[in-house]
């Protein structure tokens, strides 16, 4: 039986004086019980689409809006077309039939108010009859169904005193807490690790198979659809381009662009061979480039009035490591394993607890902030999110000409300038860019400008801390192709950190396993990958959903 039959739907939106047809008549149905899933890239307009069946998209951004979504009666609700009720009538569908989880649970989730309070709210709203008692009751048996361990004592925590996953999971019974008969989930799994990942979906699979529900999976991984859906539609520029059954699609796409996304999946890259770069077969018996000797980063925990120090969060503990010139050296490993602080530690952008790190013989831990000055140009970071570590107030040409002044590189302005097309030129992008700023470019152009501005000063070593993390599959591959090209060019050695060991796979020629701030391993990509010492690394290899290409 079809639960929601959406006919013809054209969303457009105002963008400053333009209109841009998010979503540009569109038609799909669910079935009852069903997985269906909606796949696209980022802009192909999957969340406009979900967001306006629930009337969540504000009415000031709202162009133009037509078509219908049927909404199929059951024992107890008629028939609705979503998109002709009044805010008033949604209402009574929000949460009760239609439920959906977003895809930032830190920001869906309100950091004043504790999980408890925020569940009993969405109960309550559903069923005003409910006192409470049962309702604090509900709220619990909600997070016990997700599997948050200690639900009775989580339930008073606040957002932040949650993981990530554990934030998801409140989403989820959130969503779930009145047993709706559509979830909506709009990319939940992004950005997560390849372990609470897994665990969501078969979080989601085992709730969807007790209740009974449809469920209609937003997404741009179709490695992931692939382990999950009954049905696919796959979007692009507002139209659905491709549906049908899950094997259909993946296994005989008939459409270019589906095709073209299966084919940027990392497993489905061409298997690359890391290059030596000019003259590295002359220093193969040279000493490691990077070198660490029991590196510790302790952070302190401090309670009481006084905030006095009463235990020490082992983020970094004890590390030995070698990384030769020319490497692309990956660090692998769950959020919190220590990964993005033992990176930053090596660039002294946190100061380590003990230990040391070597450059080069030189022994960075040693040095005062004068005499760090000249590994700062030789040694550079590209961020996780270049949304917030470029400056939104500076111009691309701004952000990539103040590193090179300080570091005295290029004697004048126009110099400057010539530089920084070429560096713009290497990542793709082209000159015109240099007069924009970070909010007009999309995600996978801010992340090209954060490593243009890395290599701005002529960087020998670069740590790239999750650089393609949340990118769509094609953008992610175009990344991880230029990070080679770019590594041949410029002979650079690259500190590659990922919680995503099918990337890891593809780029790096050496691995370190992290966890709870160790190494469990560590060795040539390949021998880790395929022969894998440690439960750990087989628990984060068994979790990584592949689609391979016959």
């Known amino acids: 039986m ?63 809006r037509k078509g219908r979504a049927h909404l199929c009666a ?71 169904s997700v599997q948050i361990p200690e639900s009775n004592k989580r339930i008073d925590h606040y957002p932040h005193q949650l993981s990530g996953g554990q934030r998801q999971r409140v989403m989820i019974a959130m969503a779930l807490a009145s047993e709706p008969d559509l979830l909506i989930a709009d990319e939940p799994t992004t950005a997560l690790d390849v372990t609470v990942q897994a665990g969501i979906i078969q979080l989601m699979q085992k709730l969807q198979k007790r209740t009974g529900m449809s469920i209609l999976f937003i997404t741009h991984d179709l490695a992931l659809v692939s ?30 662009y589906t095709r073209a996304l299966l084919h940027a999946l990392p497993e489905n890259l061409p298997r690359l061979t890391v290059k030596e770069v000019p003259g590295e077969s002359r220093i193969k018996s040279a000493p490691p480039l990077v070198q660490l000797d029991k590196l510790q980063v302790f952070f302190p925990v401090k309670k009481g009035l006084f905030k006095k120090t009463v235990d020490y969060i082992r983020a970094v503990d004890d590390i030995d490591l070698s990384i030769n010139k020319g490497d692309i050296f990956a660090l692998v490993g769950e959020s919190g394993s220590g990964k993005s602080t033992l990176g930053r530690a090596i660039l002294r952008l946190i100061e380590p607890t003990g230990g040391s790190i070597y450059y080069q013989h030189q022994a960075l831990n040693k040095l005062n902030r004068r005499e760090m000055k000249p590994f700062r140009q030789r040694m550079q970071i590209i961020f996780q999110d270049p949304a917030s570590s470029l400056n939104p107030r500076l111009t691309v040409a701004t952000a990539l000409l103040e590193p090179m002044k300080i570091h005295g590189i290029g004697n004048s ?36 400008i954060g490593i243009a501005r890395a290599l701005a000063i002529n960087p020998e070593f670069i740590v790239c801390d999750e650089v393609t993390s949340a990118l769509d599959v094609s953008v992610q591959a ?23 060991i099918s990337v ?47």
Request: net charge negative; with cysteine; proline share 3%.
């Open 74 to 144: 059951t024992e107890s609700s008629a028939t609705e077309d979503l998109l002709a009720l009044t805010p008033h009538q949604l209402n009574g569908i929000r949460g009760k039939r239609v439920a959906m989880i977003f895809q930032e649970p830190m920001t869906s989730l309100n950091p004043v108010f504790t999980i408890g309070d925020q569940l009993t709210e969405a109960l309550q709203l559903a069923d005003p009859d409910l006192d409470d008692v049962s309702a604090r009751q509900r709220a619990i048996e909600a997070l016990e």
């Open 504 to 550: 890891v796979q593809y780029l790096s020629n050496k691995v370190a396993v992290m966890q709870n701030g160790n190494i469990v391993e560590q060795g040539s990509t390949n021998e880790i990958c395929s022969q894998p010492q440690s439960g750990y690394t087989q628990c984060l290899l068994n979790a990584v959903p592949r689609l391979t290409l016959g």
């Open 413 to 448: 302005h126009d110099t400057r300038i010539d530089r920084a097309k070429k560096l713009l030129d290497d990542v793709h992008m082209s000159a015109d860019c240099l007069w924009r700023y970070p909010h007009e470019f999309s995600g996978g152009q801010r992340q090209r």
């Open 2 to 64: 079809t639960l929601l039959a959406v006919e013809n739907l054209h969303v457009h939106l105002k963008c400053q004086d333009e209109v841009v047809k998010a979503v540009n008549g569109i038609n799909f149905q669910i079935s009852s019980g069903e997985i269906f899933c909606l796949v696209g890239e980022s802009g192909s307009g999957k969340s406009v689409c979900a967001l306006s069946l629930l009337g969540l998209l504000p009415n000031q951004l709202i162009a133009y």
């Open 227 to 256: 382990q999950i859906a009954d049905q696919i539609a796959v979007m692009r520029a507002g139209k659905i381009v491709e549906q049908g059954t899950c094997n259909a699609v993946l296994m005989c796409p008939t459409h270019e």
């Open 478 to 500: 175009d990344i991880l192709q230029m990070l080679i090209e770019l590594r041949e060019q410029h002979e650079l050695t690259l500190l590659f950190i990922s919680h995503d």
